[in-house]
């Protein structure tokens, strides 16, 4: 089915709706949960099993042309990127969709389309000021996401906490090389978080690196790139959940030597909370 007859399937079936209701934490489910058993724009990576970051979504604009990603953390919100919400000026968001439950992008059905009805941006995002920094928005579903197996939201840190020396993953349909085409399919890399003294000192983005909204990661030849922006920097927990730490936000090339940038979620836990508190989120232990 072609990307115009789902923008059809979609005014037809779907209308707007937003009923204000206490916030529940829902006990069906529960956050950052894979479905994939672990012992491990997206360049040197490997294509993920179906549905295996449950959480990782795809923003896309109406012709199905990915341009950034992002994260379901609660029943009517997507974190991304700042910079994703005024990407292009002839792209406005009432004329993108967030795809959930995705896989392979040209498999996509009618009920994996939800629509924007407005994007909420950091109170201190600088817009292009500066480097981006606190380059994060969240953006507000036209209606409740509904959550089942492939289909969850990923778990949020539960205070500010340094994660210098951790692997982490980054997920998304972004491209996977610098200056070509898209992934079909959802991609992962790991990579390494690096000390704040690390991306401060970097010949390349040290000028760049802001520590207090900022980290940065790095692994030989793997990297985010174009259409990764605003998709979830994320880690496996001890207690076996999947928990976001970053937010992909810009990079000097793709898969170079140098280590790419990242928004940290932990310092704007207050505001992400006070953005999503009237919705519904998954329980985080079982």
């Not at 399937?9 to 779907?14: E, S």
């Not at 539960?158 to 994660?163: A, E, I, T």
């Amino acid at each position: 089915m072609s990307w115009k007859s789902f923008h059809g399937i979609f005014a037809l079936i779907f209308i707007l709706l937003h009923v204000p209701c206490d916030a529940e934490v829902l006990t069906h489910c529960t956050c950052g949960r894979s479905n994939q058993n672990f012992v491990s724009r997206i360049v040197g990576g490997r294509e993920t099993s179906r549905h295996e970051y449950p959480w990782v979504v795809g923003i896309v604009s109406e012709d199905g042309m990915i341009n950034c990603g992002g994260s379901i953390i609660s029943t009517r919100h997507v974190l991304s990127a700042g910079h994703c919400v005024f990407h292009d000026p002839s792209d406005p968001i009432g004329q993108r969709f967030i795809i959930v439950g995705a896989h392979d992008m040209n498999a996509i059905e009618p009920e994996m389309i939800y629509g924007i009805s407005k994007a909420i941006m950091h109170p201190a995002w600088t817009a292009y000021d500066s480097w981006d920094s606190q380059d994060m928005a969240i953006y507000v579903t036209d209606r409740p996401i509904q959550f089942g197996k492939h289909v969850i939201p990923i778990c949020l840190p539960s205070s500010p906490k340094d994660y210098a020396g951790a692997r982490a993953l980054v997920a998304g349909w972004g491209r996977t090389q610098d200056g070509g085409l898209t992934s079909k399919y959802l991609q992962d890399i790991r990579i390494n978080v690096l000390d704040e003294d690390t991306c401060q000192s970097h010949p390349s983005i040290g000028q760049m690196f802001e520590p207090q909204s900022m980290m940065c990661a790095f692994a030989p030849m793997k990297d985010a790139c174009q259409g990764d922006s605003g998709g979830p920097l994320f880690l496996q927990t001890d207690r076996n959940r999947f928990e976001q730490i970053g937010v992909v936000s810009f990079g000097l090339g793709c898969g170079t030597d140098n280590p790419g940038i990242y928004t940290k979620v932990s310092t704007s836990l207050n505001w992400i909370r006070s953005v999503i508190a009237n919705a519904d989120v998954c329980q985080d232990t079982e």
